[in-house]
T-cell receptor, first 109, second 117 residues
């Protein structure tokens, strides 16, 4: 069965501090990995995908197949990064996504 | 980016009535749309995959006769909660799959808050 674990439900950091949101997955085949973000009162939106290997809003995520992890990192957190973050591996079956429980990130001034 | 709308944004209905929720892709065509359910402070749970011109594929534990899905056009999928009961009260979110620049991306609607009295 597909499974995604985001161990931290809440994560608080101060502005300028590094932040890492953890994600571990158990998935058959070779999934594509995504991070989605939901800012307050906004809809869910794609933050980044592992295939692109790009940095969005200063965030990066490295896929570690050995550890089956896809942690999201940012070296210097900003207050506007405060949001709910979801890790979501996707399969090839019509592009279905499996969402983790989500991590609420709060960046304090 | 691509935009997905949902209508209504919130609905209150009496127990036993049916409620229809629409999901539209506004500036792209979507052969596949997804319906999710989200309980307070919990993650999104995939209910079903809606395929244009064919039957929806339901996830395990989701009653297909309870949650009717119709995807009659490339820009519209509807979810009908039949004979709604208070336990069906939830936040329903749809997404539509788009292929752009050689990449597949799911775009999400704003969600529909359903309250069954």
């Amino acid at each position: 069965a597909q499974r995604v674990t985001q161990p931290e439900k809440l994560l608080s950091v101060f502005k300028g501090a590094p932040v890492e949101l953890k994600c571990n997955y158990s998935y058959s085949g070779s999934p594509e990995l995504f991070w989605y973000v939901q800012y307050s009162r906004q809809r869910l939106q794609l933050l980044l995908r592992h295939i692109s290997r790009e940095s969005i809003k200063g965030f990066t995520a490295d896929l570690n197949k050995g550890e089956t992890s896809f942690h999201l990192k940012k070296p210097f957190a900003q207050e506007e990064d405060s949001a709910m973050y979801y890790c979501a591996p996707g399969g090839t079956s019509y592009g279905k996504l499996t969402f983790g429980q989500g991590t609420i990130l709060t960046v304090h001034p | 980016g691509a935009v997905v709308s949902q209508h209504p944004s919130r609905v209150i209905c009496k127990s036993g009535t049916s409620v229809k929720i629409e999901c539209r892709s506004l500036d792209f065509q979507a052969t596949t749309m997804f319906w999710y359910r989200q309980f307070p402070k919990q993650s999104l749970m995939l209910m079903a995959t809606s395929n244009e011109g064919s039957k929806a594929t339901y996830e395990q534990g989701v009653e297909k006769d309870k949650f009717l899905i119709n995807h009659a056009s490339l820009t519209l999928s509807t979810l009908t909660v039949t004979s709604a009961h208070p336990e069906d009260s939830s936040f329903y979110i749809c997404s539509a799959r788009d292929y752009g620049r050689g990449q597949e991306t799911q775009y999400f609607g704003p969600g529909t808050r359903l309250l069954v009295l």
